[in-house]
């Protein structure tokens, strides 16, 4: 295989700028057809971004002999499925966080993978981006000293403005996104953690309807303990009259922080509150362009596996505990 041609499955909103065009951007990739099952929709997205070809059945993406890996971008509902088929098609698939709709359904399909000898990777991509990637080799260097304690907060007003108004319902309805905001938003953070520290030993936590504003769940908090005794507190606010987006890593000798999901500075600080260091980084265009190279290089043989299968079912376990519906 000498370049990746590309299939998406599910060309909606998150494939327009996030991720969609970084496909013809990247180094021996290109977009070679899209699926929706709305055709009028798929043939739009197909014109709109110069994509040769559409179709409205995955079935026929897959029997494309033009395309030899697969994107899939729909609601986490569909996930197992069409990885599946992609896996029986004898294609490498790149699939949307969460995984799956739970941890039971991303470890299948990470053991489909090992059967079939095929890549999978999960769009985790923000663990490929230069913050996050300078966040670690600040950690790794012994910036902070020994990390002790992790503070993660989440906190959105009603209709924030973090998820697309038109792929909000869906988001919003755990039969398509396995749990409401907690569960599309929160897994790059805690796929972050996981990047950084490896699989919390142990987790617990609530997850409520606080606000009332949605049918699903809306508030989550909870506490983990990743190896060397490292404490995670994080909450998660879909309601919240006050607007945060925090991550705080403390350790014997001062503090790292920056936001998740909003453009802010990284900061090394003392505990005196003096600023030892601050990092900036100009916003991509095409949020997911990193990792998408990553996996191309990885399809390639040019590289390990930037985001394997087995990180994607170790989320959605610590998820499935922060919520309280299993002990991670």
């Given at each position: 295989?000498?370049?990746?041609?590309?299939?998406?499955?599910?060309?909606?909103?998150?494939?327009?700028?996030?991720?969609?065009?970084?496909?013809?951007?990247?180094?021996?990739?290109?977009?070679?057809?899209?699926?929706?099952r709305?055709?009028?929709?798929?043939?739009?997205?197909a014109?709109?971004?110069?994509?040769?070809?559409?179709?409205?059945?995955?079935?026929?993406?897959?029997?494309?002999?033009?395309?030899?890996?697969?994107?899939?971008?729909?609601?986490?509902?569909?996930?197992?499925?069409?990885?599946?088929?992609?896996?029986?098609?004898?294609?490498?698939?790149?699939?949307?966080?969460?995984?799956?709709?739970?941890?039971?359904a991303?470890?299948?399909?990470?053991?489909?993978?090992?059967?079939?000898?095929?890549?999978?990777?999960?769009?985790?991509?923000?663990?490929?981006?230069?913050?996050?990637?300078?966040?670690?080799?600040?950690l790794?260097?012994?910036?902070?000293?020994?990390?002790?304690?992790?503070?993660?907060?989440?906190?959105?007003?009603?209709?924030?403005?973090?998820?697309?108004?038109?792929?909000?319902?869906?988001?919003?309805?755990?039969?398509?996104?396995?749990?409401?905001?907690?569960?599309?938003?929160?897994?790059?953070?805690?796929?972050?953690?996981?990047?950084?520290?490896?699989?919390?030993?142990?987790?617990?936590?609530?997850?409520?309807?606080?606000?009332?504003?949605?049918?699903?769940?809306?508030?989550?908090?909870?506490?983990?303990?990743?190896?060397?005794g490292?404490?995670?507190?994080?909450?998660?606010?879909?309601?919240?009259?006050?607007?945060?987006?925090?991550?705080?890593?403390?350790?014997?000798?001062?503090?790292?922080?920056?936001?998740?999901?909003?453009?802010?500075?990284?900061?090394?600080?003392?505990?005196?509150?003096?600023?030892?260091?601050?990092?900036?980084?100009?916003?991509?265009?095409?949020?997911?362009?990193?990792?998408?190279a990553?996996?191309?290089?990885?399809?390639?043989?040019?590289?390990?596996?930037?985001?394997?299968?087995?990180?994607?079912?170790?989320?959605?376990?610590?998820?499935?505990?922060?919520?309280?519906?299993?002990?991670?």
């Amino acid at each position: 295989m000498n370049d990746i041609s590309w299939g998406i499955i599910g060309c909606g909103d998150v494939t327009e700028v996030k991720s969609g065009p970084a496909f013809g951007k990247v180094p021996g990739s290109r977009l070679a057809a899209v699926m929706r099952r709305n055709g009028a929709k798929a043939a739009d997205y197909a014109a709109r971004h110069g994509v040769p070809r559409w179709y409205d059945r995955a079935e026929d993406l897959l029997a494309d002999p033009a395309v030899n890996a697969v994107y899939i971008a729909t609601p986490p509902r569909y996930h197992e499925a069409y990885t599946l088929q992609a896996l029986a098609a004898g294609k490498p698939v790149y699939v949307e966080k969460p995984m799956a709709l739970d941890a039971a359904a991303a470890a299948r399909m990470a053991d489909a993978a090992r059967a079939a000898g095929l890549p999978l990777c999960v769009a985790h991509y923000r663990r490929a981006q230069p913050l996050f990637r300078k966040v670690k080799e600040l950690l790794d260097a012994g910036a902070i000293g020994s990390v002790r304690h992790l503070r993660l907060e989440l906190w959105e007003p009603h209709e924030g403005g973090l998820v697309a108004r038109t792929e909000l319902p869906w988001r919003l309805d755990p039969a398509e996104s396995g749990g409401g905001l907690f569960y599309d938003l929160a897994p790059h953070a805690l796929d972050l953690l996981h990047y950084f520290f490896g699989a919390p030993e142990a987790a617990a936590g609530l997850s409520w309807n606080s606000y009332g504003h949605y049918a699903a769940d809306d508030t989550t908090a909870g506490t983990a303990r990743y190896p060397g005794g490292i404490l995670l507190e994080g909450s998660w606010r879909f309601g919240a009259a006050e607007k945060r987006d925090r991550l705080v890593f403390t350790g014997d000798n001062g503090r790292l922080s920056c936001a998740v999901f909003a453009a802010q500075p990284l900061l090394l600080e003392r505990f005196d509150g003096t600023v030892s260091a601050r990092f900036d980084f100009p916003p991509l265009a095409h949020v997911q362009e990193p990792m998408i190279a990553a996996v191309t290089g990885h399809f390639l043989g040019r590289g390990p596996n930037p985001a394997p299968a087995e990180d994607g079912v170790a989320v959605l376990q610590l998820m499935e505990g922060l919520t309280g519906k299993r002990k991670a």
